[in-house]
Structure formats: structure tokens, C-alpha cells
């Protein structure tokens, strides 16, 4: 399934002008979209990582936090649910790109 | 009403300003290619031992220079004026060398085609009694210049099929009335091109009518053929733009025989990694200095067309949905 | 003042140079791409999978071995970049190597390590997220509106 994700945004790559941070924007918005749909639930059921390691799925998990903690908390919940299962990432990635960052040069 | 002119856009210097040294420094990738015999010098490590790849491209250029006048057994205060440019903003691996050196300087922008003009401005400095010394310098580096124009250096990007590499290396040229073999007789200066490419990975096909219609000019104002030159050499069009190139002259009526070569494509020949081939202002001046220049010293060549070409957008410009103005400007030189 | 009928050859010209151009530039390998993409790609994933039952096996239920998972993914992504090993994989791969949540750490690093030269406040701190910053942006954005209006249109 992950795999699939991947092949159909290269296809995408290469048959249109999409550059890659285009291609990533689109596939995070269309699984924030798909997620809203109740589609990409089915997915991540039937693939599990595979659909949640694909950056669609951290749209689609920022969707999903977000709706849960508004059924919870009402409209402040939209907001503080939406990095509910992805701020934890945001966080190692800052964190942890800084402790690499400092430590390695770029080889060309 | 000048004189020193045929044609359009031709100049003739009336009495030839010769090449009386040359110089070339290339980086670790360069010297894996075919080219590596003809550089003067060969850096292992693309960084130069410097912190950031800008202080590196400045070494590069630092030695070409230094290598030149050294050659040429002259000091640096006895060189009146020289012209350099590189890719960087604002030209800085240039003006700092220049300070560095304490050089009289004029700073030049014309992307990749920099090494022509500034054999071209150098030379007429000369021929017009200006200076008795005057150097043409550039510089590229593939660090610093993917940097600015492209992406981070560790980024998980896969070419394009057109995708070039940007040449890290330096080479520099001493013109002087007198105490050389190889003679700068015309120069042809291009007119900006813009064919609507958008697209930033496809440099060669931006470039290319860029090419045709200085070498067609060119040939136009001095009433030659191709045939006239053992070597047409085009700058960094790489294997795709080199191809398009061909296919403009053949529509234009001047098909370009076994005589072309493009710089791009010569310098990265059977080297892994490096796309359609070499590209940056570095290119064309390291296979005009290091191999024609020394084949021409040898006898082994006569006469050469050199189009250095390069495209003129800058990051915000392409980002804005700008398309890719492109300039190609000629010299000849003949021994 | 270009007149409308130079204006028109112009573009006439330009798109005439369009179609030689591209019909010379060689096509990419689209089916090699796509495979390798799918390949590299499933790969990763297969990787998250394996972390993921880690997790679940420990007593976790899914959505709670989510986030974990895709930390543990981002470090992989980030000492990957650190080596210089993430660059081949994304010139190979190519979206394989981009999309999964390892892509995601490594443009964050990637950029990290080059603009620290312009210092760690205007050069790391700031330019750090210049190719996920667009990600994030535009994921909360999309994120928040659909669960709003799902949040709405459910009650």
C-alpha cells in the first residue's frame, strides 16, 4: 500500500511540473481530505503503516486528531487536537535535526 | 563611427591580444573525468579545507589566478584590470578574491557565459591601449551554487532527465599584447534569448537557441562556415541542449559538423552521478583554458569558436513563473 | 511599443521552439520509476509496520502506537540524512524515498546541516523547515477545515 502511495507520486513527478515540495503539499491536503471523507480510515485499517507512513497520512492524522478532540472539547479542541498524533513527529524532528544537523556536514 | 566591428554584433580587434597564460584548478568530481590531465591543478576535497563551500570557490579562484600570473612569471600589481564573474549573489567569489588580491576589478554577471565575456572585455582593454595586463577569471562551485538555486545538498531528489551538474572549479586567463602564441581575434556578444522554458532542470533546452543565434550571427558578421574552426566548443549545454543545438542549426541552414563539442558534456564524459553533463561558469572556462588552450599551444588546433552560454534567472525569478532568459557570447581564438 | 502582430510571431516562435525542445529532452523512465518507487517506498513502510508491532505487541492499542512509530521513523530518516545516506536513496527512489515520513525528517535535516552555516539563528533556526514548512502549513490548514466541517456537519 505504501508503496503504491509512493509510485503514484513519482508517476506524478515525472508527468507533470510538479516540483517535489508541490507533489508532498498535495498528497498531505489529499489526505487530510480523504480522511474527512472517512476513506482514509479504511485504509489505514487495511494497511496500517503502510497508509500512515506515507506523508498523506500525516494529513490524514492531523484530520483525525483534530475531529476527535472537537467531538471532545468543541471548537478549541479542532485546534489543540490537530498535532495530537503528529506533534509528537514535529517535535522528534526538530529535536532530533538539531542534535544531527550540529554534528554532520553535506557530502556532495 | 567604430571601426573594430563587422557585422552586427562582431568585434575585430585590430591588433589581436594573445592568451600569455592560463590557468585552471578543478574539484574531486572534475578530476574523475576524461579532462583531468589538462587541469593545473587538481583539489581532492571540494571544500578546500574551508568551512563553507562559498570560502572554498574562493580558493579555487584564488589559485587560477595565482597559478596564471605565477606562469606568466608577472606580480599581481602589474596586472591593470580584472574581470570576473561567478553564480553566487552579488558576484562575491569574485570581489572577494579581488580584494584578496588587491587586483583593479570589474565585476561581470552573465551566469555560465562569464569566462567569454570576460576573455572579451579583457581583450579589448588591451587591444584598445587600456592595459598591457588584464586578467579573465571565473569560478563555480557545485556546493554553493545548489545551495542557492536548487535545494539543500543532502535532499532526497532524483534528477531530471536534464538535470546537469554544476562544475566546481576555477580558470583563469592573463591577456597581454605580447608573449603568446594563442591570438583573441574576434569576439561575437550575444543578445539575451528567451524561448518561454520554464523549467529550471531543463538549462540545456533554455540555453540552446541562446547558442544558435550567436554562432549564426557570428558566422553571419565574419561571412565564415562552421568548417572555418577545427573546434566549436558551446559552454554547458550538456548531451540534451548540445543535441537541440544541432537540430537549430540544421533548421537555420548552418548544420555544425564533426568540429562540435559542447564543454558540458566533455568534462563529465563516463562520470557517475552527473546528469546530461557539467554545467556552471567553471565549465566552459576549464575546458577553454585546460585542454583547447593547451591543444592550441601544442599545434594540435588552429582555430576555435568558443560559445559560452549561460541562463540568466535567479531563484526569484523562476519562482515568480519567470521563464529563463539565456545569452551566448563568442570568441575566437586562433594560434 | 511592441506591436500585437510581433507580440503574436513571438509566442508563435516560442511555442514552436517548445515542441522541438520537448520532443528532443528524453522522456523519464516512467515504469522503472514508478517500480522502484513503489519498491523503496513499500520498503519503508514495510519498516514503520515492523516499529508499529513493536509497539501494539507492548500493550499499546493502534492510534496510540501512531505517534511513537512515526518518531521512531523521523529519527531513522534523520541519522540516515546525518550519514549522507538518505541523498542516494532519494536520487534512486525518488518519490520512494521522498513520501514516506523518513523523507519528511530528512528535509527538515538536510536543510538543517546546510544553512547552519549562516549561523544558528538566521541560518538553521529560521531556514530549517523550507521544504516541510509548506507541508505543515498546508496539512494543519487542510486538517483543521476537514474536521471542522465534519465536526459540523455530524453535530
Redesign the interface.
Known amino acids: 500500500m505504501g508503496g503504491a502511495i509512493c509510485a503514484l507520486g513519482q508517476v506524478l513527478l515525472d508527468t507533470s511540473k510538479l516540483s517535489p515540495p508541490h507533489m508532498l503539499v498535495a498528497f498531505v491536503v489529499a489526505g487530510a481530505i480523504l480522511s474527512g471523507l472517512g476513506i482514509y480510515d479504511k485504509l489505514v485499517d487495511f494497511a496500517g503503516a503502510g497508509a500512515l507512513i506515507p506523508v498523506s497520512g500525516f494529513g490524514h492524522s492531523i484530520a483525525r486528531g483534530s475531529l476527535m478532540e472537537a467531538q471532545r472539547l468543541g471548537v478549541v479542541g479542532l485546534f489543540t487536537g490537530a498535532l495530537e498524533f503528529t506533534g509528537l513527529g514535529v517535535t522528534t524532528a526538530v529535536f532530533f535535526g538539531t542534535v544531527i544537523a550540529l554534528a554532520a556536514t553535506p557530502k556532495p | 563611427m567604430a571601426t573594430k566591428r563587422v557585422g552586427g554584433s562582431t568585434i575585430v580587434y585590430s591588433t589581436p591580444p594573445v592568451i600569455v597564460s592560463a590557468a585552471t584548478v578543478a574539484g574531486p568530481?572534475e578530476s574523475e573525468g576524461p579532462m583531468v590531465e589538462w587541469f593545473d591543478e587538481t583539489v581532492p576535497d571540494?571544500m578546500f579545507g574551508e568551512?563553507?563551500p562559498e570560502k572554498a570557490e574562493r580558493r579555487f579562484m584564488e589559485d587560477a589566478i595565482k597559478i596564471a600570473i605565477g606562469n606568466a612569471q608577472v606580480l599581481p600589481d602589474q596586472v591593470n584590470v580584472m574581470f570576473a564573474g561567478d553564480l553566487l549573489n552579488q558576484i562575491i567569489s569574485s570581489s572577494f578574491t579581488a580584494e584578496k588580491l588587491a587586483i583593479p576589478f570589474v565585476g561581470l554577471y552573465g551566469a555560465c557565459s562569464t569566462s567569454v565575456q570576460g576573455l572579451t572585455m579583457a581583450s579589448a582593454m588591451v587591444d584598445g591601449g587600456y592595459a598591457d595586463l588584464a586578467l579573465a577569471v571565473t569560478s563555480s562551485h557545485?556546493?554553493a551554487a545548489?545551495?542557492q538555486f536548487r535545494?539543500?545538498?543532502?535532499?532526497?531528489?532524483?534528477?531530471?532527465?536534464?538535470s546537469q551538474y554544476t562544475v566546481t572549479g576555477a580558470g583563469a586567463a592573463l591577456v597581454g599584447a605580447s608573449g603568446g602564441k594563442i591570438k583573441i581575434t574576434e569576439a561575437t556578444i550575444g543578445k539575451v534569448i528567451d524561448?518561454?522554458?520554464k523549467?529550471p532542470h531543463?538549462m540545456g533546452?533554455a540555453m540552446?537557441?541562446a547558442a544558435a543565434d550567436t554562432i549564426f550571427s557570428h558566422l553571419a558578421d565574419t561571412g565564415r562556415n562552421p568548417e572555418y574552426y577545427d573546434v566549436i566548443l558551446t559552454g554547458d549545454l550538456g548531451r540534451?541542449g548540445a543535441?537541440?543545438l544541432l537540430?537549430?542549426m540544421v533548421q537555420r541552414g548552418v548544420p555544425l559538423g564533426e568540429n562540435y563539442a559542447d564543454s558540458g558534456v566533455l568534462m563529465f564524459e563516463g562520470v557517475r552521478?552527473t546528469g546530461v553533463g557539467g554545467s556552471g561558469c567553471a565549465c566552459s572556462a576549464l575546458i577553454t583554458y585546460g585542454y583547447v588552450w593547451k591543444k592550441m599551444c601544442q599545434n594540435e588546433i588552429s582555430r576555435a569558436l568558443i560559445v559560452a552560454t549561460g541562463a540568466l534567472m535567479s531563484p526569484l525569478s523562476w519562482q515568480q513563473g519567470e521563464s529563463i532568459p539565456c545569452i551566448a557570447n563568442a570568441v575566437v581564438l586562433e594560434a | 511599443m511592441v506591436s500585437p502582430g510581433a507580440k503574436k510571431q513571438k509566442a508563435d516562435e516560442r511555442a514552436k521552439y517548445q515542441r522541438l525542445a520537448t520532443s528532443i529532452v528524453p522522456k523519464p523512465p516512467l515504469v522503472r520509476n514508478a517500480i522502484v518507487a513503489f519498491v523503496v517506498g513499500g520498503l519503508i513502510c514495510m519498516v514503520g509496520q515492523g516499529v508499529m508491532n513493536v509497539f501494539t505487541s507492548r500493550g499499546m492499542s493502534q492510534d496510540e502506537a501512531v505517534a511513537p512509530t512515526l518518531a521512531t521513523m523521523i529519527l531513522i530518516g534523520a541519522v540516515l540524512t546525518g550519514l549522507s545516506a538518505y541523498h542516494p536513496i532519494g536520487e534512486f527512489a525518488g518519490a520512494g524515498a521522498a513520501i514516506p515520513i523518513t523523507g519528511f525528517a530528512n528535509t527538515v535535516v538536510a536543510a538543517a546541516m546546510d544553512f547552519k552555516r549562516e549561523g544558528y539563528i538566521l541560518g538553521m533556526g529560521a531556514k530549517m523547515f523550507i521544504i516541510a514548512g509548506p507541508v505543515l502549513v498546508y496539512g494543519i490548514l487542510s486538517g483543521v477545515l476537514v474536521a471542522l466541517i465534519r465536526w459540523l456537519y455530524r453535530g
Not at chain 2, 151 to 162: A, G, H, S, V
Open positions: 568530481k571540494d568551512r563553507t557545485y556546493q545548489e545551495r535545494y539543500p545538498i543532502e535532499l532526497n531528489i532524483m534528477r531530471k532527465t536534464t524561448m518561454g522554458i523549467n531543463q533546452p540552446a537557441p540534451v543535441e537541440i537540430e537549430l552521478g
